[in-house]
């Protein structure tokens, strides 16, 4: 089956450093990644995807991620953080062939950026 | 992109009781889903909704207790069934399109049962 594992459940940041949100990976076949956003008492947002393409994704906010296929990562990151960014980010993977119309998310990871 | 809203955005029940949940798209997508989450946890897929047909459930969710009706490509409900405090949680209704490949939540249904 396919998964993808978050093993941060909390990062600290100061304001105005680069943050970077880990992810690995684990699918048969290659991999659709999604990262997402939910601010407390809000539903998920999309941030941005890899699909195909240039390894290098940018997506909303000034948010952007890196595929890494030799070490099956998806590392989100940003180069200077702000207090708004602080919220729960998910990473999630689509499914493969028989589960193709299936997402699987990771447990999630608080971001916490300090003034 | 596709924006979602779901009805009602929070409820308080009694247990033995049951609750409709609607989620609304603005516009047609191909894929719906129903999750739960747990505040500050990650997301359990309940089921897949089908447009015209039955659900696909995950392991662990039956019809019986969550049924669920998908009439056209924007609408879609989840009734959760003779509740229990045990069924307090987040429910998340999200939606997309099989190629676009990203999906879009809606804002969640915050559910307490007593």
């Known amino acids: 089956a396919q998964s993808v594992a978050q093993p941060e459940d909390q990062v600290n940041v100061a304001e105005g450093n680069p943050l970077t949100v880990k992810c690995t990976y684990s699918?048969?076949?290659?991999?659709?990644l999604f990262w997402y956003v939910q601010y407390p008492n809000r539903g998920l947002q999309f941030l941005l995807k890899?699909?195909?393409?240039?390894?290098l994704v940018k997506g909303s906010y000034g948010f952007e991620a890196e595929f890494n296929k030799s070490q099956t990562s998806f590392h989100l990151k940003k180069p200077s953080a702000l207090v708004s960014d602080s919220a729960l980010y998910f990473c999630a993977v689509r499914g493969t062939v028989s589960d193709f119309n299936k997402y699987y998310f990771g447990s999630g990871t608080k971001l916490n950026v300090k003034p | 992109s596709a924006v979602i809203s779901q009805k009602p955005s929070r409820d308080i029940c009694q247990r033995g009781t049951s609750l409709t949940i609607q989620c609304q798209v603005d516009s047609q997508v191909t894929m719906m889903f129903w999750y739960r989450q747990q505040p500050g946890q990650s997301l359990t897929l309940i089921a897949t909704?089908?447009?015209?047909?039955?659900?696909?459930?995950e392991s662990g969710f039956v019809i019986d207790k969550f049924p669920i009706s998908r009439p056209n490509l924007t609408f879609s409900t989840l009734t959760v069934s003779n509740m229990s405090p045990e069924d307090s949680s987040i429910y998340l209704c999200s939606g997309g399109e099989s190629s676009y490949n990203e999906q879009f939540f809606g804002p969640g249904t915050r559910l307490t049962v007593l």
């Open positions: 909704a089908n447009q015209g047909s039955e659900a696909t459930y």
């Open positions: 699918v048969s076949g290659n991999p659709y």
């Open positions: 890899y699909i195909t393409g240039d390894n």
